[in-house]
């Protein structure tokens, strides 16, 4: 609590001290250098990351430890050392060098779970390039967006990867792209199955070993883009510098599961979400740990899948999502109790709030009773946890993230922004610049000041409900705005209906999220049709892939309902909180309450109308 009050009275000198946790080339000039609502952290320091996670190790006593385990669906493995992951990237970064990589270009990574991927993010941090990765289950227009938004000129890719036993191809999805700004798509070739030509390059194997110096960049050198949804139509490119953002992702980790020299951790995360930048890649390497990583579905090829890994690899913390543990509450729990998951020491839970119930089952099967539930609350723009258990807090409450780690000012404010009392809901804010934040959008400080920063002054604002109950642990209560998060992965209502109304067939479309016992939401969809164009059952089908081929397979629909018109208000706003009250089997009463902008009357009359045309 002391070490709390310090980092919340003195956070200059809290987070200057801190900053230790990582070498610099060069110490800041300033710890922070306020710009409201532009903060940029331990200005004029110099440092790279690579260097950061690979070098400091490399060059020094940890030379001979394990970085990564990796194992994929078909058994195969690689083990690799510190030394061997800074050679890899050390040749890497030489290539991409002589392909013209340099400092300030932007790269796509669009890569399965291997430690090439890694490999590939740290080769691009190296030169002080820029990396945007885009997870693999995406498809080509989120591609697309994501190369027209962020300029890159390279594109760094695999042939495949393989989920629940099938092949899936990746360079054929990149092959799809037309775009002549791209310069150089280097392939990782799995299986000989790739050919050279044109633009086309082969990722080199069995390179002599060959040093590239890391370039210095300053602290809030862009390291990374990543994209993520939000209330407006296209994915944001939310940008994330080197040094605040390493020393806030070393820290946490360190403050939350206190992992250490003899841990083997697992974050089942991917590498296309921001868990995985922070928590795969950047926090792990930093404080030199050791972790593994797995290629594949969970409960492929049965549910015992990931607890053998638990097993073989003696995982000492574990890090996942509620959705992949409502998933295993769903199975027979002898799929877990065949294996010793006596290693065990941490459990951690993050994307979604967990549920008591959820909690508990954790708690109980997997942690065998004795294993702290480390619930950590954060967000893409965060850079990495907020509100999450510190270093083994007591008591530990099911359903709660617990307190705000060090250097985190959050609190629960009504619509006006003044702090409410224990046990209600309101709007979660964070009152006090961290290092970890995000430095913008990309190419949008207007968007950055009106999302985050207009709904309270001087306030962040993250778009989450939450209460504080008892002792001020914070419960986390969902999304305020019009997100919705499918199996913890974050999808725009707005981003959903652009991709329904590809299909040339549909007039309008809303959507809403609605409660999914595995996935925490799944997609509702109100959708009208053309002129003259049948409510044909199997357009049902059509719309679903459209969404799936321009969004991806993360879109999962729960129904699609056909009606002759949507809901809205005067001013021609869809009323959604009535879509979403009559998907949750709402009465009428319940329902006008809920909306703003439109009369009592009106509302009553879209309720019956719309009960009526969904059967
Ligand atoms: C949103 C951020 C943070 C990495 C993965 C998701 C929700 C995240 C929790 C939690 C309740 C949570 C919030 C947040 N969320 N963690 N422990 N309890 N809700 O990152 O895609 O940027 O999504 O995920 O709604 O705003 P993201």
Not at 127 to 134: I, K, M, Q
Not at 439 to 468: C, F, H, T
Not at 545 to 558: D, L, N, T, Y
């Amino acid at each position: 609590m002391e070490f709390y009050k310090f980092s919340i009275e003195n956070p200059e000198s809290f987070w200057g001290f801190q900053a230790n946790i990582i070498p610099w080339f060069k110490t800041w000039e300033k710890v922070l250098e306020k710009n409201h609502p532009f903060y940029r952290w331990f200005v004029g320091g110099q440092l790279n990351a690579s260097y950061v996670c690979l070098d400091q190790h490399a060059e020094g006593n940890k030379k001979d430890k394990v970085a990564y385990y990796w194992e994929n669906e078909l058994g195969e493995k690689e083990v690799v050392s510190y030394y061997d992951l800074y050679c890899k990237v050390n040749s890497f970064s030489k290539f991409l060098m002589d392909i013209g990589v340099k400092e300030g270009d932007m790269v796509l990574i669009y890569m399965p779970m291997v430690i090439d991927a890694i490999v590939a993010m740290l080769a691009t941090a190296r030169l002080g390039a820029t990396h945007n990765v885009v997870f693999s289950g995406f498809s080509k227009n989120a591609i697309i967006d994501r190369i027209e938004d962020s300029k890159a000129k390279y594109i760094i890719t695999a042939t495949h990867t393989y989920r629940r036993g099938k092949r899936i191809d990746l360079l054929s999805t990149i092959r799809e792209i037309e775009n002549e700004k791209i310069e150089k798509v280097v392939v990782l070739d799995r299986d000989g199955s790739f050919t050279e030509g044109g633009k086309y390059i082969k990722w080199p194997q069995n390179k002599n070993f060959e040093y590239v110096a890391p370039v210095h960049v300053e602290s809030t050198h862009p390291l990374f883009v990543l994209y993520t949804s939000g209330t407006t139509g296209k994915p944001k490119g939310i940008v994330h510098s080197t040094g605040g953002y390493l020393v806030y992702v070393a820290c946490t980790l360190k403050w939350t599961f206190n992992v250490g020299e003899d841990s083997t951790w697992w974050c089942t995360a991917d590498i296309g979400w921001i868990t995985g930048h922070s928590y795969v890649v950047y926090a792990p390497l930093a404080l030199g740990i050791t972790s593994f990583i797995y290629e594949g579905a969970p409960d492929y090829p049965d549910p015992s899948k990931w607890w053998s890994l638990v097993e073989k690899y003696r995982i000492t913390e574990f890090f996942t999502s509620p959705t992949a543990i409502r998933m295993f509450m769903k199975y027979d729990p002898e799929y877990i109790k065949k294996h010793d998951l006596g290693s065990l020491r941490a459990l951690g839970s993050v994307g979604e709030p967990i549920n008591p119930e959820v909690w508990e089952w954790y708690y109980k099967n997997i942690g065998n009773s004795r294993c702290p539930i480390i619930d950590t609350w954060w967000q893409t723009e965060t850079g990495g946890f907020m509100i999450a258990p510190f270093m083994g807090i007591i008591p530990l409450r099911p359903g709660f993230a617990s307190l705000p780690l060090p250097g985190i000012l959050a609190d629960v404010v009504d619509e006006q922004g003044n702090s409410l009392p224990p046990n209600t809901k309101g709007y979660l804010v964070i009152k006090a610049p961290w290092p970890g934040m995000m430095m913008g959008i990309l190419n949008d400080d207007e968007k950055y000041k009106q999302v985050y920063w207009s709904k309270y002054e001087g306030m962040y604002y993250p778009g989450d409900y939450a209460l504080r109950g008892e002792e001020g642990y914070f419960q986390l209560l969902g999304r305020a705005d019009e997100v919705i998060k499918i199996a913890g992965h974050r999808l725009g209502t707005t981003e959903i209906e652009s991709a329904i109304l590809e299909n040339d067939f549909v007039a309008e479309a809303a959507v809403v999220g609605v409660p999914d016992e595995v996935r925490g939401e799944t997609i509702a969809a109100f959708v009208t049709l053309k002129q003259g164009v049948n409510k044909d059952e199997s357009l049902k089908q059509t719309i679903i892939s459209k969404v799936r081929e321009i969004i991806g397979p993360v879109a999962v629909f729960s129904s699609i309902f056909f009606v002759d018109k949507l809901p809205k208000t005067r001013s021609g706003k869809i009323m959604r909180r009535l879509l979403k009250a009559i998907m949750l089997g709402k009465e009428l009463g319940d329902v006008t309450t809920l909306e703003e902008e439109a009369s009592v009357e009106e509302i009553k009359k879209a309720y019956e109308e719309l009960k009526q045309s969904i059967g």
